[in-house]
C-alpha cells in the first residue's frame, strides 16, 4: 500500500514537471520568436541605411536626378546606377512585404514602406525602367501587389528659394490589401 501511494505521488510529480517543463518551453519560444523579430528588424534598418547612404554621394544623386523626369536623359553608363538603385530599393520594399507576411514587421511601417515603393513607381524614370524589364527582377506576386497599390502621388522636391517642399497632401491613402 505504502508502495502504490508514494508511486502516485511520484506520478503526479513527474506529471507537474513535464506541465512546467512545456510552459518553460513555450515562454523560451516566445522570446525566442521575439528575438529574431528584432534581429530581422535591425538587418532592415541596416539595409534601408545603406540605400540612403548611397544616395547621398553626389554622383548617384545626379544620376537619379537626371533619370527620374526620363529616363532617356541618362547615359549607357549612368542608366546602369540608376536601375540598380531601383532595383535595390524595390528588393528592399519586397524584403518588408515578405517580413510583415511572415509577422516580423508591423502593419504600420509595412504600409508606410508600401507607399513609398508605389509612389517610386509614379516616378517617369523608374516606370519606364520597370515596364521595360526591371519588374521582372522581382516576384510575380509582389509585382501584382505592388501594382494594385494607389500611390500617394505627393511629390517632394528641392526648391532653391524655399528648400524641401511638394506638390500636394498626404494622407489620401487608399490601404494596402494582400
Do not use: C
Amino acid at each position: 500500500m505504502n508502495f502504490a501511494k508514494a508511486n502516485h505521488w511520484l506520478v503526479l510529480i513527474a506529471n507537474f514537471a513535464v506541465i512546467a517543463g512545456i510552459v518553460f518551453l513555450a515562454v523560451e519560444l516566445r522570446q525566442n520568436t521575439k528575438q529574431l523579430e528584432l534581429q530581422s528588424y535591425q538587418s532592415w534598418v541596416a539595409a534601408n541605411t545603406a540605400l540612403n547612404i548611397a544616395i547621398s554621394d553626389p554622383l548617384l544623386s545626379a544620376i537619379v536626378s537626371q533619370g527620374h523626369a526620363n529616363s532617356a536623359n541618362l547615359t549607357s553608363e549612368t542608366s546602369i546606377a540608376y536601375a540598380m538603385f531601383h532595383m535595390s530599393m524595390l528588393q528592399m520594399a519586397q524584403s518588408t512585404h515578405y517580413l510583415y507576411r511572415e509577422g516580423s514587421l508591423d502593419k504600420e511601417l509595412w504600409e508606410s514602406e508600401m507607399y513609398r515603393a508605389a509612389g517610386i513607381l509614379s516616378i517617369p524614370g523608374v516606370r519606364q525602367w520597370w515596364d521595360a524589364g526591371g519588374k521582372t527582377q522581382l516576384t510575380p506576386s509582389f509585382v501584382k501587389f505592388l501594382e494594385s497599390i494607389e500611390p500617394d502621388v505627393t511629390i517632394w522636391y528641392w526648391d532653391e528659394d524655399r528648400g524641401y517642399t511638394s506638390d500636394g497632401d498626404f494622407g489620401h491613402r487608399k490601404e494596402p490589401t494582400e
